[in-house]
C-alpha cells in the first residue's frame, strides 16, 4: 500500500468563525474582575511597608503606592474585558475554547484524544455560581483544555457529555443535545 499525502486547498477548509461559539457565563466577567483584584491586595499592602521595612525615603512611598494602584485598577479592567471574549463550543468530534484579549488563543480538542474530565471551582467561583471544567489527555501533567465561566449546571451536563463520548456511550450529538444552542 502507497503512502498517500495530497495537498488540500486552503480555500476549501471550513472558517472556525463559522463555528457556532457559545459565549460563557455573564457572571464569568465579575468574578475576573474581583478575582484579580483580591489577587493584587497583597501587593499594594508590601508596597505600603516597602519603604518602612527597606528604609526607602518616605517620598518614595506615594510614587510605589500610585503605581499599585493604577495596577489595581488597570488589570481587573483588564480581567473584565478578556472575560466578555471568552467563547465554547461542542461539535461531534471536539470540544473548542477561546479565550484572550491581546493574545487570543484558539483551543480544539478531538474527544478521541480526551482521557478524563473534571470539574473544579474554588470559593469565589462557587460565590459567583461558577465551574471550570478541565479535560486531560494521555501524557499531560496538567489539564490540556480548561474552560473557565461555565455555570454550575451547563458544567456537569457537559462534563457527563464529554464522559460519555469519551467512553463511547453517546452517538454525536444532536442540535442543542448539550445546551449550547437553546441558551439552556
Known sequence: M?????????QRLPALEAQSLQPVSPRFAPYQLISRFLSLLPLAFLAWLLPVMTGMPLAMRPVLLAGVGLLLVVSPVLAWLEARRRAWAVREQDVTYQSGLLVQRTTVLPFVRIQHVETASNP??????????TCFTAGGAGGDLVIQGLER???ERLRQYLLDRIQGAAAPPANGETGEADGR
Open 153 to 155: 449546571d451547563r458544567a
Open 2 to 10: 502507497a503512502l498517500s499525502n495530497a495537498p488540500v486547498d486552503p
Open 124 to 133: 469565589v467561583e462557587r460565590a459567583f455560581g461558577l465551574v471550570r471544567l
